[in-house]
């Protein structure tokens, strides 16, 4: 391949991986350019390569908590298991006070590429690991789904609002949780009542 020039999209990835191999290797792919790992029984930390608008890409890092339920469709459900791991709370470069991530171009070359990936790696991997560590437990991830709520402009799905409503449910409130769902304005009033009967299914 020639030094210079558009990477390939797969071969960019790759790369990116195998920058950030010091960091995936005791974690488990889940989705193409998608790695987890327990954090407890009930929840996994993440870890994604993210694309963006002019050939940049991104590694992006969050949890997925099995207590947080996701839409299909018109229909929510739950994600419990390792491979069915999605994105609930996470870190990108919208979130407020997030550390900086640098961006990786696909557009100048390979080496280039390599370069930019272990730029990237020495600052995205310590960021992500204290990030995780602060969630391990659901009070820690109340406390950052609280802090990453109302932000402008942000549309993460599910908002942050909605992490913090099942994560209150999950540490034994839920009558408070129903309270705050009631007033959530970031979800439908359909959703609203499909998401009162999960809070009456979490265990």
Known sequence: M?????VPES????????????IIRDMEPVKPWQWARSLS???????????????AFEVEYGVSCSWVPHREGKTWRWHRTLKQARRDLWVDHFTVDAPST??????????????S???????????ARSWWESVDCAPGVLTESRRQEGQEGVTH???????????????????????????????SADDRVSLAQMLGRLR
């Open 11 to 22: 071969i960019a990835k790759q790369a990116i991986a195998d920058a950030f191999s010091p």
């Open 157 to 187: 799905w599910p908002p942050p609002e909605l992490v913090t409503v099942f994560t209150v449910a999950k540490l034994g409130d839920v009558d408070r949780a129903r309270q705050r769902l009631d007033g959530l304005t970031v979800v």
């Open 117 to 127: 990936a272990e730029v990237a790696r020495r600052a995205v991997g310590p960021a």
């Open 2 to 6: 020639p030094s210079g020039g558009l």
């Open 41 to 55: 029984d009930e929840h996994l930390a993440l870890l994604w390569i993210q694309g963006y608008k002019g050939g």
């Open 102 to 115: 640098p961006r990786i171009s696909r557009l100048d070359g390979l080496d280039r590429l390599r370069r």
